[in-house]
C-alpha cells in the first residue's frame, strides 16, 4: 500500500491530488488546461467535504501545518480558484485577459 | 445644451453637475501622442501620486523603487532612521546611475553599484571612493536629490514637482477627508497586487473603474447580479459626487442574492474583499455609504489623476495606472486585506482573490486592448456618455483645468 498523503478521514479525496498545488501560477495553470468534466468532477467531490476540512484545518497554528495537512489546504485552495468555472461560467475561465499575463506579488507581509 | 427627452434617467446627476454639460466626449484624449505628453507636463508631473503603503516599508532601512515612467524618473522611498519616509530620485550624483537597482530591500546605506559612491538613508552622500582623485568635491552639495513625499492613512504619496503648489492633505480636500477613520491600517495588514502592462490607454483602464453601468452587462456571469436587482437592474448608483479634481461613488448591491455554494462557504470563515449583500458601514466614516443606504456594496475614492480606492465591509481594492505611453499603461491591481489568522481564513480570502481576478482582471481587462484598438481606429472621432457615466466626464473637464493652469 502506498504512503498515506492526506490526514487521516480524507484519503478519499487522494484522487484529487494532482490538485494539490502551492503556487497560485500552479493552481492557474492547472484551471486553464483542464477540461471541464475533470474540474466539475473535482468541484463535485471537494465541496461536500469542506466543512469537515476547514474545520479540521483550523486546529494547526499557520506556521506548524503538518505536509499531510498542507496537502489538504492545498486542495481548497484550488477550490476557491476553480469554484467560479463550476458555479458562474460554465467553463475553465472566463473571457477576458489571460491571467497568465499578470504577476502576481504578495507585497507583505514580508515579514510578520 | 439640452438633456436627452426620450424618456430615459438621464438628467439626475447632470442636474447637480451642470457645467460638465451633457455632450459626447472626444477621443483624442485616448490616442494622442501629444496629448499624452500634455498630460505627464501638466498632471503627472505636478500632482501628488500614490505609490504604495507603509507597511511596505516599516523599519529603518527598508525601500522600495518606483520607476515613474510617466514622470521620466524612478523614485526610491524608504524609512530613516528618523522613522520617517524619505523618497529620492533613484539617480546617482557621480554620473546618473541608478542608485539602487532592486525593486525593494532593507539596507544601512545605499551603495551605487557603478562605483559606490554611498549615500545615507536621508540622501546624504557618505563616502566617495578614492576621493582625493576629484577636484575638492564639497559631499554636502552632492546628495540624492529629494522628492516630496507624504502618507495619508498609510498611503504613501510623492510629488516630483519640485515646489509642489498644494499639500497632500490640500489636494486631498474634502473627498479624502470624508474616508478618513476608515480603518486601512487594520484591513491592509495584508495585501495582494497583480500588475499587468496592456496596451491600451491609462484612461481606458481607468474609465472601467469609475462607472458600474458596465456590471449588468460584462460581469453577467460573475458579479452583475450579486449588485444588480430587479428593482435596480442597471445597477443606479447611490451616490456619484465631485471634489475638485476627485469624486466619490457608492455602489448598491443586491440584497435578494443568494450566495453561491463556495461563496457562502468563503464567506462563513471570513468577509470577501468585494462584501456584497449583508455589508455594514456602521463606524465608518461620511464618505463611506454616504447616503447610509441598507443596500449598500462598496464606495470608492476616484483620486485624480489616477488611483481608484474601493472600501468595503471586509476589504480593500485599489487599482492604480500608470501610463507608460499614449496606449499603454502600467495596470496595478490591489486587494488589501487583514492577515488571516486560520487556514481557512485563508481559504476565504482565497477565493475572495479568485473572483477578484475573474471578475475584474480578466472581466475588466479583456476590455482594455479591444476597446484601444478600435478607439485607434478613427472610425469614430468621440464617445457618448450616459448620466452615470458622470465621473468620466468630471476626468476630461478636470483635465482641461490642469492643461489650462
Ligand atoms: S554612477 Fe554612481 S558611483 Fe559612479
Ligand atoms: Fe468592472
Known amino acids: 500500500m502506498s504512503k498515506r498523503q492526506l490526514p487521516e478521514g480524507f484519503q478519499d479525496l487522494e484522487p484529487y491530488l494532482e490538485w494539490s498545488l502551492a503556487t497560485d501560477r500552479e493552481r492557474s495553470i492547472k484551471r486553464q488546461t483542464s477540461p471541464m468534466t475533470k474540474i466539475t468532477a473535482f468541484y463535485q467531490a471537494v465541496v461536500p467535504r469542506m466543512d469537515e476540512i476547514l474545520a479540521y484545518l483550523e486546529q494547526y497554528p499557520l506556521e506548524q501545518v503538518p505536509a499531510d495537512a498542507q496537502r489538504l489546504f492545498y486542495l481548497t485552495l484550488s477550490l476557491a480558484k476553480i469554484a467560479p468555472a463550476v458555479e458562474m461560467y460554465g467553463e475553465p475561465v472566463p473571457e477576458g485577459l489571460d491571467t497568465l499575463r499578470l504577476e502576481n506579488i504578495d507585497i507583505y507581509p514580508t515579514r510578520s | 445644451m439640452t438633456l436627452q427627452t426620450n424618456g430615459a434617467t438621464g438628467g439626475k446627476w447632470h442636474a447637480r453637475y451642470p457645467e460638465l454639460g451633457t455632450g459626447p466626449v472626444p477621443i483624442e484624449p485616448y490616442i494622442s501622442l501629444e496629448y499624452f505628453e500634455k498630460e505627464r507636463e501638466h498632471i503627472f508631473r505636478k500632482v501628488w501620486l500614490n505609490v504604495g503603503r507603509v507597511e511596505q516599508i516599516p523599519e529603518p532601512g527598508d525601500y522600495f523603487v518606483k520607476d515613474l515612467a510617466v514622470c521620466r524618473t524612478s523614485v526610491i522611498i524608504v524609512r530613516g532612521h528618523d522613522g520617517q519616509v524619505h523618497a529620492f530620485h533613484n539617480m546617482c550624483s557621480h554620473r546618473g546611475n541608478p542608485v539602487v537597482w532592486n525593486a525593494k530591500g532593507t539596507c544601512k546605506m545605499f551603495t551605487c553599484r557603478y562605483h559606490s559612491w554611498t549615500y545615507g538613508l536621508d540622501g546624504t552622500l557618505r563616502h566617495i571612493p578614492d576621493e582625493k582623485n576629484f577636484y575638492g568635491i564639497k559631499k554636502d552639495a552632492h546628495g540624492l ?22 499639500t497632500l492633505r490640500e489636494y486631498l480636500g474634502a473627498a479624502g477627508e470624508s474616508f478618513e477613520g476608515y480603518p486601512f491600517a487594520e484591513m491592509a495588514t495584508g495585501c495582494s497586487t497583480w500588475e499587468v502592462d496592456v496596451n491600451a490607454n491609462w484612461k481606458v483602464c481607468k474609465d472601467a473603474f469609475q462607472e458600474v453601468y458596465h456590471i449588468f452587462s460584462l460581469h453577467n456571469k460573475s458579479t452583475g447580479a450579486a449588485f444588480a436587482s430587479t428593482s435596480n437592474p442597471y445597477l443606479n448608483v447611490h451616490e456619484l459626487a465631485l471634489f475638485g479634481p476627485h469624486a466619490r461613488i457608492s ?19 471570513g468577509m470577501l474583499a468585494l462584501q456584497k449583500q449583508g455589508s455594514s458601514s456602521q463606524g465608518m466614516p461620511s464618505g ?13 475614492l476616484i483620486y485624480f489623476p489616477n488611483m481608484c480606492l474601493f472600501v468595503a465591509d471586509g476589504g480593500i481594492i485599489m487599482h492604480t495606472m500608470w501610463p507608460l505611453s499614449e496606449n499603454r499603461t502600467h495596470w496595478e491591481a490591489r486587494t488589501y486585506f487583514p492577515k488571516a489568522k486560520t487556514l481557512a481564513h485563508r481559504f476565504s480570502q482565497e477565493y475572495s482573490r479568485a473572483t477578484f481576478v475573474d471578475g475584474v482582471l480578466v472581466e475588466d481587462g479583456g476590455t482594455f486592448e ?5 478607439l485607434a481606429s478613427g472610425a469614430k472621432k468621440q464617445v457618448i456618455l450616459g448620466d452615470e457615466e458622470l465621473l468620466i466626464r468630471h476626468h476630461h473637464k478636470v483635465t482641461e483645468q490642469f492643461f489650462n493652469a
Not at chain 2, 455602489?251 to 470563515?269: F, G, I, Q
Open chain 2, 288 to 300: 463611506v455609504n454616504p447616503t447610509a443606504s441598507p443596500d449598500w456594496s462598496f464606495s470608492g
Open chain 2, 251 to 269: 455602489v448598491p448591491a443586491n440584497l435578494d442574492w443568494k450566495p453561491t455554494p463556495v461563496e457562502a462557504l468563503a464567506r462563513r470563515y
Open chain 2, 370 to 374: 479591444k476597446t484601444q484598438s478600435m
Open chain 2, 145 to 166: 536629490t529629494p522628492v516630496a513625499v507624504d502618507t495619508w492613512e498609510g498611503f504613501i504619496f510623492i510629488n516630483v514637482d519640485p515646489r509642489p503648489k498644494e
